[in-house]
């Protein structure tokens, strides 16, 4: 055969081979778009889980807050939550699931001020007991081989604080509840966390200890230093003035930072009510600077001589006799220990046509360490 014929072959075969190619290069770009299109969409949907609150869809859909939401709290049915959890209510209620649990704990510390500035511990019993040391074990300098002597033996105190049922009972009518939009979970667990913030606001200031924390104000008193005081007991100093300050508040105030030790002075903070802080508001150095200075950045604490002021309203006016400034590290210096699971019994009983939800929880406090918080006190 001559090139004359074979040329006419070998170019359709070559252009065939072009057309083969072009569909298999598109059936691979349909493949890759297909593929890419797969990982987008999974991409797309981590990052929708991503970006989803932490109580919100995935948390209602969760067998144990559903069950807890949609089944007790909604309708007062126990169905539900017998088949996810072996809680039973002998304290007087269900174990609240930890989600919501941990809702509440996060608003109490934002409007709950001295929760906020002082040391929190959980516990799984009603009690709580620590061993701190209130003497150093002694020490000194030998030689490398020198005889070690015998340290002396050091003491220690139990911190047992005080503790007591803390409770709040917000009601909802039937027709909130029946109304599926109507966000329970957060309503129930804002509503907990402002009663509980009150009431445990109180009891950290100027509780008795009787069935309730014991507060820092309630501990006792004294104008010794630090070494010289029995243990638990606060050092306060005088304003110099039974109405207020004297001529030199900058002073009083000065020195009221400086008892405590420079250790507890990192991380410190005054706290005082609203009132009072009108007041020391007011107050100027001898060349006409004010003590008080707002804070700079929006969510920061205002601060005096450098440290943050924490608002408490449970504080005392300033009044004769009266400790209405306190200062101090309370991460050190107060401990608030509580059981870990928040209790609640529905009652659509007691106050027809409302809903009651008692919720229970029990707090305890205590002064930790008197050395880390300072009083100023009103001149008698």
């Known amino acids: 055969m001559d090139s004359a014929t074979t040329a006419p072959a070998d170019q359709?075969?070559?252009?065939?081979?072009?057309?083969?190619?072009?569909?298999?290069?598109?059936?691979?770009?349909?493949?890759?778009?297909?593929?890419?299109?797969?990982?987008k969409a999974r991409v797309d949907k981590i990052g929708r889980a991503a970006a989803r609150p932490a109580i919100g869809a995935a948390d209602e859909t969760a067998p144990e807050v559903k069950g807890f939401v949609d089944g007790y709290l909604r309708r007062g049915s126990t169905l539900e939550m017998k088949s996810i959890t072996a809680a039973v209510p002998a304290d007087g209620g269900y174990a609240v699931p930890r989600q919501i649990d941990a809702l509440i704990a996060?608003?109490?510390?934002?409007?709950?001020?001295?929760?906020?500035?002082?040391?929190?511990?959980?516990?799984?019993?009603?009690g709580y007991r620590k061993l701190v040391t209130t003497g150093g074990t002694a020490s000194g300098w030998v030689s490398e081989t020198a005889a070690r002597p015998e340290t002396d033996t050091p003491e220690f105190a139990e911190i047992a604080p005080p503790t007591g049922?803390?409770?709040?009972?917000?009601?909802?009518?039937?027709?909130?509840?029946?109304?599926?939009?109507?966000?329970?979970?957060n309503w129930l667990a804002s509503e907990i966390a402002i009663e509980f913030a009150r009431a445990e606001g109180a009891a950290f200031v100027h509780g008795n200890g009787v069935d309730q924390?014991?507060?820092?104000?309630?501990?006792p008193a004294s104008t010794n230093e630090d070494g010289a005081r029995t243990f638990g007991t606060l050092q306060y100093i005088?304003?110099?003035?039974?109405?207020?300050?004297?001529?030199?508040?900058?002073?009083?105030?000065?020195?009221l930072v400086h008892t405590l030790k420079a250790g507890h002075?990192?991380?410190?903070?005054?706290?005082?009510?609203?009132?009072?802080?009108?007041?020391?508001?007011?107050?100027?150095?001898?060349?006409?600077?004010?003590?008080?200075?707002?804070?700079?950045?929006?969510?920061q604490p205002d601060r005096l001589l450098g440290y943050p002021v924490i608002e408490a309203e449970d504080m005392?006016?300033?009044?004769?006799?009266?400790?209405?400034?306190?200062?101090?590290?309370?991460?050190?210096?107060?401990?608030?220990?509580?059981?870990?699971?928040?209790?609640?019994?529905?009652?659509?009983?007691?106050?027809?046509?409302?809903?009651?939800?008692?919720?229970?929880?029990?707090?305890?406090?205590?002064?930790?360490?008197?050395?880390?918080?300072?009083?100023l006190k009103i001149e008698v």
């Open 265 to 299: 002075r990192q991380g410190a903070s005054f706290v005082m009510n609203s009132a009072t802080l009108a007041e020391v508001r007011k107050l100027k150095t001898a060349d006409g600077a004010f003590l008080w200075q707002p804070g700079l950045v929006e969510g």
């Open 316 to 375: 005392p006016d300033v009044a004769a006799g009266a400790f209405p400034i306190a200062f101090g590290n309370f991460r050190h210096g107060y401990l608030i220990a509580e059981r870990t699971a928040t209790q609640v019994l529905r009652d659509p009983f007691t106050n027809k046509p409302f809903v009651h939800f008692y919720a229970t929880k029990r707090v305890g406090g205590q002064v930790l360490d008197s050395n880390a918080i300072k009083l």
């Open 106 to 126: 996060r608003e109490l510390v934002e409007i709950s001020p001295i929760r906020a500035i002082a040391q929190v511990v959980q516990t799984g019993s009603a």
């Open 238 to 255: 005088g304003s110099g003035d039974a109405a207020g300050f004297d001529a030199e508040p900058d002073a009083r105030l000065i020195d």
């Open 165 to 185: 049922e803390l409770y709040a009972n917000p009601a909802a009518s039937q027709a909130m509840l029946d109304d599926a939009g109507f966000d329970l979970e």
């Open 12 to 39: 359709a075969e070559a252009s065939f081979d072009i057309v083969a190619r072009q569909d298999r290069t598109e059936a691979d770009v349909a493949a890759l778009r297909s593929d890419v299109d797969e990982v």
């Open 213 to 219: 924390p014991l507060g820092f104000l309630s501990s």
